[in-house]
């Protein structure tokens, strides 16, 4: 991702959203990390994203403190 690829990655966050995601979909949860980022980046195209932004997603959707983050970082979004 840093070097420009277009991928998501399999951090504990991003794992644990997407699985709770597939779970409430009928799917297995994919705990191996090449696994789930093939099935990631599966999920991203057939939802018509791509796999960096889903990653974003699961990060602005997370909580920091009592505040969501797109909530925290909603002035600057637009910008980024």
């Not at 969501?68 to 979004?77: G, Q």
């Amino acid at each position: 991702m840093m070097g420009g690829i277009d991928t998501i990655m399999p951090d504990k966050i991003v794992k644990r959203l997407i699985n709770e995601i597939l779970e409430k979909a009928g799917s297995k949860p994919v705990n191996n990390d090449i696994e789930f980022v093939k099935k990631a980046e599966e999920v991203a195209l057939t939802c018509g994203y791509r796999p960096v932004e889903l990653c974003r997603m699961t990060w602005l959707i997370q909580p920091e403190g009592k505040m969501m983050r797109m909530e925290k970082y909603s002035n600057i979004l637009s910008k980024i």
